[in-house]
């Protein structure tokens, strides 16, 4: 159906960034909404940014003013921007394409760590 593959994870001291990037392939229908989640060992996951295909943006508390998700429709392609980032944003951070009706897809997730 979908496919997404991110890249970009990797190990950054606090206040350092990182640039992620999910690329979908497969069936995918114009309309949809493409974000980031991110789950530590032991905690449940959670949502961390969403970006619709008209360009709408949604934050967590967490990270706004600090990521910056965006995404390039020519290229089926999601990208989250981090900045300033902190310990606690240390994670596997999952790709997310979601149709309507149900239909909804995962990355296989990068490892994002943040050193004192």
């Known amino acids: 159906q979908v496919q997404l593959v991110e890249s970009g994870g990797g190990l950054v001291a606090a206040g350092g960034s990182l640039r992620l990037s999910c690329a979908a392939s497969?069936?995918?229908?114009?309309?949809?909404?493409m974000g980031w989640y991110r789950q530590d060992p032991g905690k449940q996951r959670e949502l961390v940014a969403t970006?619709?295909?008209?360009?709408?943006?949604n934050y967590a508390d967490s990270v706004k003013g600090r990521f910056t998700i965006s995404r390039d429709n020519a290229k089926n392609t999601v990208y989250l921007q981090m900045d300033s980032l902190k310990p606690e944003d240390t994670a596997v951070y999952y790709c997310?394409?979601?149709?309507?009706?149900?239909?909804?897809?995962w990355g296989q997730g990068t490892q994002v760590t943040v050193s004192s």
């Open positions: 497969g069936r995918i229908l114009s309309i949809n909404v």
């Open positions: 970006i619709t295909s008209g360009g709408s943006t």
């Open positions: 997310n394409l979601a149709h309507a009706f149900g239909n909804n897809y």
